[in-house]
């Protein structure tokens, strides 16, 4: 009798490593950027690795496993997604929306994110109402939940999507566009990037970055859940996000 829940449990993990296992290697995808946040990765020449975040969660996971891990980069979430709801990919983190939400299975959150702009110098811009006026040239990344809700609450202009974080970090630097719609925890590592630009105080967003798994996998989900559980409570994303240089932002309950 007591060996039952040691046999069940052995069984979920055996089911488990078989979806997310399916090339044998844990296959996860990052979203790469010119610097780190508490989602974004950067992508190190000198070692061809990835840093950040979600590499360092990612190891531990495969580890846990007994698997490789293969790290793939993206220019966005929209495109990460794309890849998990296709099987490309057994596995990622990315911030949560209905629409996301209908695509792929979302396990815990680490974080939780509170989208807002940053704007130019030169925009003169100083606070969110400054952001929706008509003319306003305001910029996202392309499939993501945060351009999907600049666009719901922006009333009088409408923000245009561009593939990567460079290309949107570019448009701010060289005058192309105003206001960069962006999570708050990313513009501390991209400020310096932009000399005289501003991030807003407010936000028009707040959702939690999670773990993610395809949508047909139920077993997978139940394990990366437990995992993500496990690593809030024990300390692992709390060293994660200390390590990456964002010892101040806290971890989701």
Request: with cysteine; net charge negative; aromatic share 6%.
């Amino acid at each position: 009798m007591t060996s039952l829940p040691d046999s069940k449990a052995a069984t979920g993990d055996t089911a488990a490593k078989r979806e997310l296992l399916s090339t044998g290697s844990l296959r996860v995808g990052v979203i790469a950027a010119p610097a780190p946040s508490v989602l974004f990765v950067t992508f190190d020449r000198e070692s061809g690795s990835y840093r950040g975040v979600t590499v360092d969660l990612a190891e531990h996971l495969a580890r846990q496993l007994g698997a490789p891990l293969a790290i793939e980069g993206f220019a966005n979430s929209g495109a990460c997604t794309e890849a998990l709801e296709s099987g490309r990919i057994d596995l990622s983190f990315m911030p949560v929306d209905s629409e996301r939400s209908q695509r792929v299975a979302f396990g815990p959150a680490y974080y939780i994110l509170e989208s807002t702009y940053l704007v130019s110098a030169a925009s003169g811009i100083s606070d969110l109402a400054g952001v929706d006026r008509a003319g306003v040239r305001v910029v996202g990344i392309a499939n993501t939940t945060t351009i999907r809700s600049a666009a719901r609450t922006l009333q009088r202009t409408v923000p245009a999507a561009l593939s990567t974080i460079a290309e949107a970090v570019n448009a701010i630097r060289d005058g192309e566009a105003d206001a960069l719609a962006l999570s708050r925890d990313a513009f501390r590592t991209l400020l310096p990037l932009l000399p005289g630009a501003r991030v807003l105080d407010g936000g028009f967003q707040s959702t939690g970055i999670a773990i993610a798994v395809g949508r047909d996998k139920p077993s997978a989900l139940a394990r990366v859940s437990q995992f993500m559980e496990e690593a809030k409570s024990s300390g692992l994303v709390r060293r994660a996000l200390d390590s990456t240089g964002f010892a101040d932002e806290p971890v989701a309950a």
